[in-house]
């Protein structure tokens, strides 16, 4: 039996760590340096914010913005802060280092884990939110659900579940003989046979389609350039996605499957390595977002054979890597619509942020390159309401690094703070 000095001690100790995680989750005042403003395009000095219970509800220049009472305060003096990064193209559930035959003796179960562990690390690099592109066993929508709950520590997910190709495409299970009838979940033929995957992903809780419109670098026996679903199973998938609310992300390397997915009607176009001058002008008419790995290149091609990637992903990346950074510089060039998007996973989570250097060198400005991870990727996932900007009204999710990332984009390689709803979950000085 306790003594009531005992009982009395530990309910005061019990009352004061309640009091202190609510003024956690209550209030926060942010004071910075600057602070990169991703709608004007412009960089905005001595800047403050405060959220409330997860969202922002005041933003202003310093004195502006009274500080709240009883309000826990993030005084990040010599930093820059930006709205924080969206990836929307990553692989959680995925290893960088197990791809090809590797990959084959994970299971379900070892995939929910490595979503759990890699989940976090992309968000101490600095993304609050990520959009995930292919999973078995809807793995994937149990990560969201746990994300969601605040059960696990990892960015706001947006899951496809697995991803619809054709069967024997690039999104199929190829590497097994014929005895073991190895098939991905999500290898279906034919409009209706596709319409009823997306049904059925979405029944499953998915929040998006993802499909493979052409071949890839890392599937077996897929031509790279080649389009795998006709146009009328394209066009089954997006109008079947319209009507239940989803939108579409086209795994499309090869010229002809990009455009066919483009006039289908997706959302985003993942990889675009080949697409030629009319792809980008449909792109430009359609308000078509190209998302284009173009860092993990140089991680395939140095570490690629350790990492099990098949000889002939390896052959295939060397020609892919140069023309996609090449189809890059010409999509920015022509102006079309732009959203970052990694392919982490493919190379390790947490390393997520080296493209934005890469973005930079084949020819945006730093100012586009974050407008691409932040009010662009919000958009495309038809998050703006919530995501994207640092606004009144929006999450306060939000990211500082030492110095100014427009002088020198490659400080959001390495993120020294971070800021989910308005709790400090990386850096507090
Ligand atoms: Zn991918």
């Known amino acids: 039996m306790p003594s009531f000095a005992l009982v009395k001690k530990t309910l005061a100790a019990i009352f004061l760590s309640a009091t202190a995680l609510c003024a956690q989750a209550g209030t926060i005042y942010v004071q910075a340096d600057r602070m990169v403003d991703v709608v004007s395009g412009t960089m905005v000095e001595k800047p403050a914010l405060v959220i409330t219970d997860g969202r922002v509800t005041a933003l202003g220049a310093q004195g502006a913005v009274p500080v709240p009472e009883g309000a826990e305060r993030l005084d990040l003096t010599g930093m820059t802060i930006l709205p924080g990064l969206i990836d929307m193209h990553v692989h959680l559930t995925g ?3 197990m791809h090809g035959y590797e990959g084959l003796a994970e299971s379900t179960g070892d995939e929910t884990i490595n979503g759990v562990i890699h989940a976090e690390k992309t968000l101490m690099a600095g993304f609050t939110a990520a959009r995930n592109l292919g999973a078995a066993g809807f793995s994937d929508v149990a990560l969201r659900r746990a994300l969601a709950a605040n059960r696990l520590k990892g960015p706001r997910l947006y899951v496809s579940g697995p991803s619809i190709g054709a069967t024997g495409g690039h999104c199929d299970n190829n590497l097994l003989p014929p005895e073991y009838d190895a098939h991905s979940q999500g290898a279906a033929d034919g409009p209706w046979g596709v319409v009823r995957k997306v049904r059925e992903v979405k029944k499953y809780g998915a929040d998006l389609i993802k499909i493979c419109a052409t071949g890839g670098v890392l599937s077996k026996g897929t031509q790279v350039g080649a389009q795998q ?3 009328e199973e394209m066009d089954a998938i997006v109008a079947e996605a319209k009507r ?3 939108k579409v992300a086209a795994h499309a390397h090869g010229t002809a499957g990009i455009k066919a997915a483009i006039r289908a009607g997706v959302d985003t176009v993942e990889h ?3 697409i030629d001058d009319e792809g980008i002008r449909l792109a430009k008419e359609r308000g078509t977002y ?3 790995d173009i860092y993990n290149t140089e991680y395939i091609l ?3 054979e350790a990492a099990g990637f098949l000889p002939e992903s390896l052959a295939k990346e060397r020609v892919v890597g140069k023309t996609q950074r090449e189809s890059f510089t010409r999509a920015v060039k022509a102006g079309v619509k732009m959203v970052f998007g990694s392919d982490a996973g493919v190379y390790p989570h947490g390393d997520n942020g080296k493209q934005f ?3 930079v060198q084949f020819g945006m400005t730093p100012m586009q390159a974050i407008q691409a991870a932040t009010v662009n990727a919000a958009d495309a996932l038809g998050a703006s309401a919530d995501l994207g900007t640092l606004t009144v009204g929006r999450y306060g999710d939000l990211i500082a690094v030492k110095g ?5 984009i490659s400080l959001l390689e390495k993120v020294d703070v971070v800021v989910k709803g308005g709790e400090v979950v990386k850096g507090r000085p």
């Open 244 to 246: 239940l609310g989803l």
């Open 95 to 97: 290893r960088h280092d």
């Open 302 to 304: 140095s570490a690629g």
């Open 357 to 359: 250097a890469r973005m």
């Open 290 to 292: 190209l998302s284009m």
């Open 404 to 408: 100014n990332p427009l002088a020198d």
């Open 272 to 274: 675009a390595s080949f």
């Open 229 to 231: 679903l006709a146009q």
